[in-house]
């Protein structure tokens, strides 16, 4: 609950925080000249987060996560090559070396 409560404060908090710094500043008495431009922007801005919601859902949910890497990254993995060890089988089989076991 936290992983997907976390990616969507901090969309509100990013979006919204410059916009309400700049609201507190002008009801303090900065003049609205300052940052006018921007102030508007931003407004206009705080409509979109909703939009955005989404894409900052989605990095939280596993399935999705997934379902998304593949979706983005349609290309395959290259296969990787392994060596193959060959193996050495014994002809005859119930033959002993006796010169390794010491002539028992």
Same mark, same amino acid.
């Given at each position: 609950? #936290?992983?997907?409560?976390?990616?969507?404060? #901090?969309?509100?908090?990013?979006?919204?925080?410059?916009?309400?710094?700049?609201?507190?500043?002008? @009801? #303090?008495?900065?003049?609205?000249?300052?940052? #006018?431009?921007?102030? @508007?922007?931003?407004?206009? !801005?705080?409509? *979109?987060?909703?939009?955005?919601?989404?894409?900052?859902?989605?990095? @939280?949910?596993?399935? *999705?996560?997934?379902?998304?890497?593949?979706?983005? !990254?349609?290309?395959?993995?290259?296969?990787?090559?392994?060596?193959?060890?060959? !193996?050495?089988?014994?002809?005859?089989?119930?033959?002993?070396?006796?010169?390794? !076991?010491?002539?028992?």
């Amino acid at each position: 609950m #936290a992983a997907q409560l976390l990616p969507i404060s #901090a969309l509100y908090f990013c979006i919204s925080f410059p916009t309400m710094i700049l609201y507190t500043a002008y @009801s #303090a008495g900065v003049p609205r000249t300052v940052a #006018a431009d921007y102030f @508007s922007n931003s407004i206009l !801005l705080c409509f *979109w987060i909703i939009l955005f919601t989404p894409f900052a859902i989605v990095p @939280s949910l596993p399935e *999705w996560r997934t379902k998304c890497t593949k979706i983005f !990254l349609f290309w395959r993995a290259k296969r990787r090559v392994n060596p193959e060890i060959p !193996l050495t089988t014994r002809l005859t089989v119930g033959r002993i070396n006796r010169a390794a !076991l010491g002539r028992q």
